[in-house]
């Protein structure tokens, strides 16, 4: 597996890593065996980076993650969590106050004296404006409770404010084929200031494995069925915002553009990981089987400028109306 600098952490990890949420059990059930399961199968296909927040399954993911670090001591493992969500998304909760709260919980969930990584979790935009929100992140840094902090943000209005702010070591913005505004400027911007970039939602939700029909359902505890429209949290987060039916019928044509030997989730995932400024691409599992084919797509090889056309002309014709001006 191939492996990058993670931007101003100055930490190697994998160009494929692990995104964490479903873990929580927040996309339906998954039982702890199961889930401990994804994470030996992630490691061993050369995966060191999991993607995890406090508010997933409400601690559950994290503490999944202490459980599996302790029964792998001797893995070169960089773990990413998130804070900002067990309040409501208020510009006033974003105190040193509540970040030592939050990052003392998350320590105790992951059983760790020092996080490797902390990212604010898609705060309102002024957050990314204010001062004193970045001092009390340095003060966490200087007291040794996290090693370095990043953003994840909704907008890449959002990115590009905070890519401009020194103490800020990584951005996560979701980026995949059906979401290709990031490319304009923050993927830019992020590789000339060193900031690395974790790209979520690689796969849309699911869309671009190109296993799903217009007919398909999911669980009532899915956030593919109760965040359909926004109901839960920014429906950008779902489908990468774009309609169900429009993109399946776009993940048919990308599944056309697929090269042999190669499935359409993975060509996703090479697609994203194969962009210029991106530090790791973090799709989740549900079993070991998915894991480890995720994992193989950090060895596809350049998919040629055939598969990249083709992903902007589907962009252009079917999103760029829909979305694009959106995040």
């Not at 040193?96 to 992951?110: I, M």
């Not at 992140?137 to 007291?143: G, I, N, P």
């Not at 083709?310 to 014709?317: F, P, Q």
Request: glycine fraction near 10%.
């Amino acid at each position: 597996m191939e492996h990058r600098t993670l931007g101003r952490t100055g930490r190697e990890v994998s160009v494929i890593g692990l995104g964490t949420w479903q873990l929580g059990a927040d996309w339906g059930e998954v039982d702890e065996a199961d889930a401990l399961a994804v994470l030996d199968a992630s490691a061993e296909a050369g995966v060191t980076l999991f993607d995890t927040a406090d508010v997933y399954g409400d601690g559950r993911s994290e503490t999944l993650i202490g459980t599996w670090r302790r029964a792998n001591p001797g893995h070169p493992l960089t773990v990413a969590t998130k804070m900002g969500r067990r309040l409501p998304q208020e510009p006033g909760n974003y105190t040193l106050e509540n970040f030592r709260a939050w990052t003392d919980r998350s320590r105790r969930n992951l059983g760790m004296e020092t996080l490797d990584l902390v990212q604010l979790h898609c705060p309102p935009t002024a957050v990314f404006h204010d001062d004193a929100v970045y001092d009390a992140l340095d003060t966490l840094v200087d007291e040794g409770a996290i090693a370095a902090y990043g953003v994840s943000v909704e907008e890449t209005a959002q990115a590009l404010t905070a890519i401009a702010r020194p103490g800020v070591a990584t951005v996560q913005i979701i980026l995949n084929a059906f979401r290709l505004k990031p490319l304009d400027e923050v993927l830019p911007a992020a590789e000339e200031a060193g900031v690395g970039i974790i790209a979520r939602v690689p796969l849309a939700s699911g869309l671009l494995s190109g296993k799903y029909t217009e007919s398909t359902t999911f669980a009532a505890d899915d956030h593919r069925t109760y965040n359909r429209s926004g109901e839960a949290f920014d429906v950008g987060e779902t489908f990468s915002g774009v309609p169900f039916e429009e993109g399946v019928a776009a993940a048919r044509e990308f599944a056309a553009l697929v090269p042999e030997g190669v499935s359409p989730a993975q060509a996703a995932l090479a697609w994203v990981a194969q962009l210029d400024g991106v530090s790791s691409v973090i799709p989740g599992a549900r079993d070991p089987e998915q894991a480890r084919a995720n994992a193989a797509a950090g060895r596809v090889p350049d998919l040629g400028d055939g598969v990249r056309e083709g992903v902007r002309r589907i962009y252009d014709e079917r999103f760029r109306p829909l979305i694009h001006d959106r995040w």
